[in-house]
């Protein structure tokens, strides 16, 4: 039964690779424009004219791109299940057939977390040619991972719960677009009055700014933020589950 | 047959469901689509679920084929409850929804792929099957066409493949025929028809009263989620005394519902 369930994982999981194979290319493109602008704008352009913490401003937001850009990408990687359940019905192929319930959170999270990391290798290289200095550990890659299992598994709540394409760009402005600029990814959290910042702190993409800030200086990874984001991950996955198993309610 | 008595492949139990609406004065309220209602369909049967639109006819199949909860009751095959023995029972059913829902960012052939390998087919049966049976239906010229590509005929057929690939015992069909011309409509009810002298055994709704008249072996004719009679065409035309089971169905579900 195990080598079953492992199995229709992959099945989930193929599907979503075959549909990226036919578009890799314009995936690829498409993903270098946002960074590349990111990078021109505010390591170029101003950030020549600032020091952080005794570093250029680009060595600074670097982490902080890669963490919202793999936010977005991993989350609007996952969103088309929306269509497929509320427009296009296929979903129903998966509720009719005789595969375990998990296989398919995890699949799709899974689809959607190797799109948020072809994106973060761009921007890598992209930031390594703009001249950034930060060095990638294991611990680096599974932050990055982590924050993709996060956000793929918010979108894939989204996707469950939510009726209409108008609601699920609501989901971006209201949700995604202000983390992409609060969370410690342009500026320190520490510039924001006290309790605005708990409640930023409370924040998962915070936590992987502060993370991949601090492993990508070389320094020791707060322990206390890959907790939390690893409890997100868990939190995200248990509600996942029971929101792709509700659909049959 | 088993033990010498006829097989039943699929027992419904007062099947009920209710859904949350809102009444006329805007208050949460409950609608009831289908209210208690028990069935058995033999082995090898084609058995019609027939009844005007809003009937229940799909809310009844997708709970039989566990895309929805019922409220209450129960439905087994062949003696398994589909509350406890879903993956099993999963891979005995075909179902050939009512609308179109292929995934439209693949191909033909990776549709059909994709559902092969959710029913747990090695690759060389996957393959072998998906020829076969896309042969079978004279459409082997689209297997790497974009199903948005397909007319609406070849896509009903294209379901019926679908649902066939993974050799079910049971098969569902909602509606099969809905708008389809008549060339067509007839081509599937061959099809139909070849599936049941197979064994597999065949459930269906329709609204079309000659495509359950000249198929189905029993009727069962469904009004506001009510069973209204259950019988074969024959016997339910001399019950009620009336030429066609056009004339039945109008006697049974009331005139001024139509057929639509």
Known sequence: MRNQNFYDVWTVFWRDWIVLRKRLTKFILSRMVAPMLYLVAFGWGLGRSIEVQGGTYLDFIVPGILALNSMNISFNSITPVHAERVYHKSLEEYLIAPIWPDAFVIGKVAAAVLRGLISSSIIVLLALAFGAHFAMTPLFLLVLVLNCVVFAEIGFLAAMKISTFEEMGQVNTYILLPMSFLCGTFFSTHALPDPVRYAIECLPLTHTSLLLRTIGSGGEAPLASLAVLALYALGGYLWSSRAFRRLTK | ?260
């Open chain 2, 1 to 260: 047959m088993k033990d010498g008595k006829e097989w039943q492949m699929i027992e419904t139990e007062n099947l009920v469901k209710r859904f949350p609406h809102r009444d006329k004065a805007g208050k949460q309220a409950e609608k009831t689509a289908v209210a208690g209602l028990s069935l058995s369909v033999a082995n090898g049967e084609i058995f019609g679920l027939l009844g005007p639109n809003g009937a229940g006819k799909t809310t009844t199949i997708r709970m039989m084929t566990m895309q929805t909860q019922p409220t209450e009751g129960s439905v087994c095959y062949d003696g398994l409850d589909t509350r406890t023995h879903a993956r099993e029972i999963k891979s005995l059913i075909g179902v050939v929804p009512q609308h179109i829902n292929f995934d439209q960012d693949l191909t033909v052939g990776e549709n059909l792929d994709l559902h092969a390998r959710l029913h747990h087919m090695g690759a060389a049966a996957r393959k072998a099957r998906i020829e076969e049976l896309l042969r079978y239906v004279a459409l082997t010229d689209v297997v790497n066409d974009g199903v948005r590509r397909l007319s609406g005929g070849m896509k009903r057929r294209l379901l019926i493949v679908r649902a066939l690939l993974h050799r079910p015992r049971i098969l569902f069909l909602d509606e099969p025929t809905v708008a389809l011309d008549p060339q067509v409509r007839r081509r599937i009810w061959q099809l139909v028809r070849q599936m049941a002298w197979g064994g597999v055994t065949v459930f269906l709704t329709t609204h079309y009263i000659e495509e359950a008249e000249t198929l189905c072996d029993r009727v069962a004719i469904l009004s506001h989620g009510r069973l209204v009679d259950l019988d074969s065409p024959k016997r339910l035309r001399e019950k009620t005394n009336l030429p066609n089971l056009e004339e039945v169905f109008l006697a049974m579900t009331g005139k001024q519902e139509g057929l639509s």
